[in-house]
């Protein structure tokens, strides 16, 4: 296993060895002491799994309090994911790291507590797997704006109209967020 640094401290793009042949293949996508290895010494406690049409842009979901950790990845289909960094005092708060995710390159990536998180499915039927370190609490869940121009993010959306849930619609702005302690 490969665990890649971004430029965003705490956020890693992680690469399983995949083991293929005619007959398909094998990854390890979580071992508890090869991620201690790495600094990642992380409980789960939920696994949640998405399915989504090309265009439908999930995000950018963040709980505070009860921040939670997420491993996700991508097992059929396409997504760029996006991570934005909220911790205060962080010297790259505001900050956004994307990468594709995919059935075909197998990446992973690891998004701590205290950032926020979102994505775009860039096909349909796109399954999107979230291992999570705390329990989904929606009393504590929050929206930053998926197009805040402050923040930035540069969205592959080329020919894709995105697709909003309700509260995603009204995300605040940055400047509006209250930073994770």
Same mark, same amino acid.
């Given at each position: 296993? %490969?665990?890649?640094?971004?430029?965003?401290? $705490?956020?890693?793009?992680?690469?399983?060895?995949?083991?293929?042949?005619?007959?398909? /293949? /094998?990854?390890?996508?979580?071992?508890?002491?090869? #991620?201690?290895?790495? $600094?990642?010494?992380?409980?789960?406690?939920?696994?949640?799994?998405?399915?989504?049409?090309? $265009?439908?842009?999930?995000?950018?979901?963040?709980?505070?309090?009860?921040?939670?950790? %997420?491993?996700?990845?991508?097992?059929? $289909?396409? @997504?760029?994911?996006? @991570?934005?960094?909220?911790?205060?005092?962080?010297?790259?708060?505001?900050?956004? #790291?994307?990468?594709?995710?995919?059935?075909?390159?197998?990446?992973?990536? =690891?998004?701590?507590?205290?950032?926020?998180?979102?994505?775009?499915?860039?096909? +349909?039927?796109?399954?999107?797997?979230? %291992?999570?370190?705390? /329990?989904?609490?929606?009393?504590?869940?929050?929206?930053?704006? =998926?197009? +805040?121009?402050?923040?930035?993010?540069? =969205?592959?959306? +080329?020919?894709? +109209?995105?697709?909003?849930?309700?509260?995603?619609?009204?995300?605040?702005?940055?400047?509006?967020?209250?930073? #994770?302690?």
């Amino acid at each position: 296993m %490969k665990v890649v640094p971004t430029e965003i401290d $705490g956020l890693f793009i992680i690469e399983p060895r995949v083991f293929g042949d005619d007959r398909g /293949f /094998f990854l390890e996508s979580w071992n508890r002491n090869v #991620f201690a290895e790495f $600094g990642l010494d992380v409980d789960f406690v939920q696994d949640n799994h998405s399915r989504s049409a090309r $265009g439908v842009l999930r995000g950018l979901h963040y709980q505070q309090p009860n921040p939670q950790g %997420k491993l996700v990845r991508v097992t059929a $289909g396409r @997504a760029w994911d996006v @991570a934005v960094d909220l911790r205060g005092g962080s010297a790259t708060y505001g900050r956004w #790291f994307g990468v594709e995710l995919s059935a075909q390159n197998k990446r992973m990536f =690891w998004i701590p507590p205290g950032f926020a998180h979102g994505f775009v499915s860039l096909e +349909d039927n796109t399954d999107f797997l979230y %291992k999570c370190t705390s /329990f989904y609490d929606p009393s504590h869940e929050h929206s930053l704006m =998926w197009n +805040d121009p402050e923040v930035g993010i540069e =969205w592959p959306l +080329d020919g894709i +109209d995105p697709q909003l849930s309700a509260k995603d619609e009204i995300g605040l702005p940055l400047s509006e967020l209250e930073p #994770f302690a």
